[in-house]
């Protein structure tokens, strides 16, 4: 054995839950690297630049936010468990977010970061609700949603028995379902707890530089630990004997062995690396709150390939948006249909509900703004009708589809001034759009699907006895989420074992 | 290495696992886990900074060993001295 290829741990992806697993394993001693495809780390969550401007890719917020002192929560484990201290991440907490629901929004819930605002809404907007919300809320409290093995059970039929507006139910799976769901229609309730309390419990955060602030400190802390990293390196299969990893071939068809290896890249997307040869399935868990068993049956099953994908245009203006009239909402998840469908679209872009998200509307400190006004909106697509056209189709359809997405997006906020109906148009300095072609393109998530697969598999088992997932397809969600995967994957499978 | 020094290893490593702890006033008797906020995962941490630090393994069976500063002493200071600290 070359000892100069061999590792105790190799990490696929150097995504939020391959770094933070890296940096647990170097701190204990581990030889570790990470192997990553791209050129630049964070994965799902990443940066780029374009026209002299750096974007953010995915991150509109970082959920799970706590103030200091506030204990026990996934963001205080995370800090605790990466020795990290808060101040590294320098969040600056959102002004407020709102669920804006019917053609214009005309049923609302503002929430911020003080639980109590959405409380007050809920009791203003829905007076008979407010008890059987408060049911809900306590239920979801005292759920362990970091249990590797709590029985599954439907969201959408635990959330009935307590709420029973449909109007309200959907307000309140909006935001949940668009900032982590995998599967359609409904999802896992513990699942739901998570996203409930990321969102709702705690709260949206950002550092004024955005994610790659997070990225840094993940790479330094990873670095300074003693771990490798290897970038536009990717593995391209895992080959195997007798139920066992055995040796990595890599991108540059250079090999590598390592006693353990923990992907992030997906179920599926692992799957594939362990058998090339395999066709992958494309499917959903069906109706879930038709059936408490579906859920048992379905995680036997081989995980399919996720169906939800998105597209998002981001716009830059020569101003704040405050002065289009947008400087109050942080982030807006709006519908305008009876019953919101978060389904895989069957246009190329759903616009009836999606997510605004408005970056400048972070508290930054008094006198502190970003240089140029920053407007995203994110909405379902379909991935077949966006990932084999010709380029040319490609990108006049990414036009098209950009107009048409403003233009349902901004129904929900205050609308411009008569004197100026085209105040947006005219602050705008460039524009730029990603679809699911783009995601697959620079993730490697088959279908464009960013939360994955509907099968999640808490305790990270593979078919081979010393390969785990992390990330996504291990089911803990959102970017502090995704860390914790990391972590609980190299403490259950790797440091508590040695 | 005297009880009382073995007790301060364990609060220095609980002082860089959980800095958002105040650990001035922690009483060597009572369980750490009801005067603190520490969960499973710190408690694993407190066990692997001794090996990563000190050398010292503590099998999975004598995690219960951990429980107050008191029982930790009795517990690690043996360890530490068979190893000629």
């Known amino acids: 054995m070359n000892s100069a290829s061999h590792y105790d741990v190799a990490i696929i992806g150097a995504g939020m839950s391959g770094l933070a697993a890296g940096i647990r394993l170097a701190h204990f001693g581990k030889k570790v690297c990470i192997f990553e495809r791209h050129n630049a780390p964070g994965g799902l969550n990443s940066f780029y630049s374009l026209g002299g401007r750096r974007y953010d890719v995915g991150l509109h917020a970082m959920t799970n936010f706590v103030r200091p002192g506030v204990k026990g929560t996934p963001l205080g484990k995370l800090l605790r468990q990466l020795r990290i201290d808060r101040d590294e991440f320098s969040l600056c907490e959102q002004k407020q977010s709102r669920v804006a629901f019917g053609p214009r929004g005309e049923a609302s819930l503002r929430f911020t970061n003080d639980f109590a605002v959405l409380e007050a809404e809920v009791a203003q907007k829905f007076p008979a609700q407010i008890d059987g919300f408060r049911r809900l809320v306590a239920a979801v409290r005292t759920y362990d949603d970091v249990s590797l093995d709590a029985p599954a059970e439907s969201a959408r039929a635990v959330v009935r028995r307590h709420v029973t507006d449909p109007l309200l139910e959907d307000m309140l799976f909006c935001p949940v379902m668009y900032y982590g769901s995998a599967t359609e229609h409904d999802m896992e309730f513990g699942q739901f707890v998570i996203m409930f309390k990321a969102l709702f419990l705690e709260g949206f955060a950002r550092p004024y530089d955005g994610v790659r602030v997070i990225i840094r400190v993940l790479l330094e802390k990873f670095r300074a630990a003693g771990g490798e990293r290897r970038m536009k390196c990717g593995v391209r299969s895992i080959a195997a004997r007798d139920g066992r990893a055995t040796a990595l071939t890599l991108d540059d068809g250079s090999e590598i062995t390592a006693d353990h290896v923990l992907s992030s890249i997906g179920s599926p997307e692992t799957e594939r690396l362990m058998q090339p040869w395999a066709a992958p399935v494309v499917g959903q868990v069906a109706d879930l709150a038709a059936s408490s068993t579906s859920w048992s049956t379905a995680q036997q099953a081989a995980a399919p390939i996720g169906a939800l994908t998105f597209v998002e245009t981001i716009t830059v203006l020569d101003c704040q948006p405050a002065a289009l009239g947008w400087g109050d909402d942080t982030i807006v998840f709006f519908n305008d249909s009876p019953r919101f469908a978060y389904e895989r679209s069957t246009e190329q872009v759903d616009t009836r509900s999606g997510v605004i998200c408005i970056p400048n509307n972070f508290d930054y400190g008094p006198g502190r703004v970003l240089p140029e006004g920053i407007f995203r909106c994110t909405c379902l697509a379909s991935y077949d009708r966006w990932a084999h056209l010709p380029d040319a189709t490609y990108h006049a359809d990414k036009q098209r589809w950009y107009a048409a997405i403003q233009r349902s997006a901004q129904r929900f906020l205050p609308a411009p001034p008569a004197s100026a109906p085209d105040a947006f148009a005219r602050a705008t300095l460039a524009t730029d759009m990603f679809t699911p072609r783009t995601i697959t393109k620079f993730t490697g998530h088959l279908g464009g699907a960013i939360y994955g697969s509907p099968v999640k598999n808490r305790q990270g088992h593979t078919a081979l006895t010393n390969v785990y997932l992390c990330g996504t397809d291990q089911g803990f969600l959102g970017i502090v989420g995704a860390m914790l995967s990391g972590i609980s994957m190299a403490n259950y499978h790797i440091l508590q074992k040695s | ?85």
């Open chain 2, 1 to 85: 290495m005297t009880k009382d020094e073995c007790k301060q290893v364990v609060l220095d490593i609980i002082a860089d696992i959980a800095p958002d702890e105040d650990l001035s006033n922690v009483k060597p008797d009572v369980r750490l886990r009801d005067q603190l906020q520490l969960d499973s995962m710190d408690f694993l941490d407190i066990v692997m900074e001794l090996r990563k630090r000190h050398g010292i393994e503590v099998p999975e069976a004598d995690y219960q060993q951990l429980a107050s500063l008191d029982s930790c002493a009795e517990y690690l200071t043996p360890k530490f001295v068979a190893l000629g600290k």
